[in-house]
């Protein structure tokens, strides 16, 4: 099993509830329609982690597990690929944003 973990960040101006929003009722049905995606979930920060000394430095993580690494990169070629990333554009900050491939190892679970 691959998974494509997504660290990612919130565009300037956009408050943590407008992206928590944005990303839970609007991207979400987007990124489900993705081919070949096994599992995907959203991790949001708390909001009681916002307005500390030191604010997050991510404002949450995507995770999407696949069979392998076929699987992903003809889901990241697919047109719903394409549908996925023009909504990124209206609420991530790609500049301040993450994407790496891993592979699992468990060690409790």
């Known amino acids: 099993m691959i998974k494509f973990i997504y660290g990612i960040t919130r565009k300037a101006g956009m408050s943590v509830e407008e992206f928590q929003h944005h990303w839970r009722e609007k991207h ?4 489900r329609r993705l ?14 982690y916002y307005g500390r000394d030191a604010a997050p430095t991510y404002d949450g993580a995507a995770e999407l597990w696949f069979d392998d690494l076929d699987s992903m990169r003809s889901a990241f070629r697919s047109p719903e690929a394409q549908s996925s990333r023009v909504d990124e554009e ?5 500049s301040k944003s993450f994407g790496i491939v891993v592979e699992e190892n468990v060690v409790v679970g």
Do not use: C, K
């Open 35 to 48: 081919p070949n995606v096994r599992r995907y979930v959203q991790n949001h920060v708390l909001p009681e």
């Open 28 to 31: 979400a049905p987007i990124a």
């Open 90 to 94: 209206t609420f991530i900050d790609h």
